[in-house]
């Protein structure tokens, strides 16, 4: 395991903030580390970065326990916590070779970096100008310079638009792809982590409530297929003779268990045939809230 976390604990005076958190992330891996605002996960970062003194409980990275192998560990960590530390007055590229000149890494790597964020045409800029988006993917950059086996994030897509979201999303993939780095990323949005995650830790009120592989998240948190017709009853019933599963019939829609695109096409097809007009058939992904409820009633 790139992190192992074992009955973790930290009070902020009276509250237990964090609480007996075991963690487990495998190398190569993508781990979402998702919660709610105030679950805790800026915390738990904190602790592994060693920003705070853990308690009660043990963290070993890269298998060395954390407080007597912190320079090492640490060397090889890159991290983006809370807002990136920029020099806005500086370009991009001033920024990068700053930061190459102070860790001793060669300059080329400036230029690696640029192109892998997908900054050269902008490394002229002063980074004060960059949106919200390219600060973040410079920030990454900055974390990536000393080439760190591990990558921390702290909601790294916090206040961005989609496309900023998307970019980072991509990058993080092939992070993990090409490079064969491993990704520790905070958020509290289900639908993002889904999209990138390998593996998935779940934390409510300093609790871990799940941890596992995304196809493990998957089966819990199956998405829904949101159907609207001209007739929402009959068009259910149809498809219930029909040996679907309609779990939930509304004013306007109705739901079925979502399991492939293919099946989304044949009950539009199966609803047209039979002349119902579709107004509109989607996949509705579960949120957090109803995610919490699912993992807190199987438990
Ligand atoms: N320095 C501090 N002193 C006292 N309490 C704190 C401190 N920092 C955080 N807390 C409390 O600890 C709890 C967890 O906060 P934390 O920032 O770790 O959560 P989070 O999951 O990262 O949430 P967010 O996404 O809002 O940052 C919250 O109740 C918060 O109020």
Do not use: C, W
């Amino acid at each position: 395991m790139v992190i192992a976390t074992d009955k973790l604990t930290f009070n902020f005076g009276d509250q237990t903030v964090v609480k007996s958190l075991s963690l487990q992330v495998p190398e190569g891996s993508i781990y979402g580390f998702l919660g709610p605002n105030g679950a805790g996960k800026t915390t738990t970062i904190k602790l592994l970065m060693n920003l705070l003194k853990t308690q009660q409980g043990s963290i070993h990275i890269f298998d060395l326990e954390l407080k007597s192998n912190r320079v090492k560990i640490l060397s090889q960590i890159g991290s983006l916590i809370e807002q990136p530390a920029i020099y806005l007055h500086m370009s991009g590229r001033e920024n990068l070779l700053n930061r190459a000149l102070l860790l001793q890494v060669p300059e080329s790597r400036v230029e690696e970096m640029l192109n892998l964020v997908h900054l050269t045409n902008a490394a002229h800029k002063k980074a004060g100008q960059y949106s919200l988006g390219m600060k973040q993917r410079l920030g990454i950059a900055l974390a990536l310079l000393s080439d760190p086996k591990l990558l921390i994030l702290d909601e790294p897509t916090n206040g961005l638009d989609p496309n900023g979201i998307i970019e980072i999303r991509e990058l993080l993939i092939k992070l993990v792809n090409i490079h064969q780095k491993t990704v520790f990323i905070s958020s509290h949005l289900l639908g993002e982590i889904e999209r990138m995650a390998t593996h998935v830790g779940i934390i409510n009120n300093g609790e871990l409530l799940f941890q596992g592989s995304i196809s493990e998240l998957q089966t819990l948190s199956q998405p829904l297929i949101q159907v609207e017709t001209d007739n929402t009853v009959d068009a259910a019933n149809l498809l219930t003779r029909h040996n679907y599963e309609v779990t939930e019939v509304t004013d306007n829609y109705f739901f079925v268990p979502y399991t492939s695109k293919k099946q989304m096409g044949e009950m539009n097809a199966l609803l047209n045939k039979n002349g119902y007009a579709v107004y509109s058939i989607s996949k509705q992904q579960k949120d957090l809230e109803k995610l919490f409820l699912d993992i807190t009633q199987t438990a």
